[in-house]
């Protein structure tokens, strides 16, 4: 058993990548794409994140959405955007997500 790690480790070649139950590997954070609702509050967002579900019964596909709280530091973000965001610590009571960037810009109106 020793002498597998050390002929691993003589070797140069790397321990499989550990996976999370999400699926991501152990020390990315979880990403997420959606469109923004709403940005009437001062340096948060609301984003839309849409995802297709198989029915347990029935077997048909139903969208199923979940609302994000999102921080948006510079306020760029505008309604109708597409963005990029990222799982972090908790900001407030409800908001857990940082903006990476804008994929689609939206329009304001």
């Known amino acids: 058993m020793a002498s597998d790690v050390a002929e691993t480790a003589a070797s140069g070649a790397t ?3 550990r996976v999370n139950l999400a699926g991501a590997k152990t020390g990315q954070r979880a ?16 984003v839309v994140v849409e995802r297709l579900v198989k029915h347990p019964l029935y077997k048909k596909y139903v969208r199923k959405r979940t609302v994000l ?3 948006d530091e510079k306020n760029v973000a505008k309604i109708g955007s597409v963005v990029e965001v990222e799982f972090s610590r908790p900001l407030s009571k409800t908001k857990r997500w940082n903006l990476v960037r804008v994929l689609r810009a939206g329009e304001e109106g």
Do not use: E, F, L
């Open 69 to 71: 709280k999102v921080h």
């Open 31 to 46: 990403n997420r794409i959606g469109v923004v609702k709403s940005n009437k509050m001062q340096k948060t967002i609301t």
């Open 15 to 17: 321990a499989p990548d």
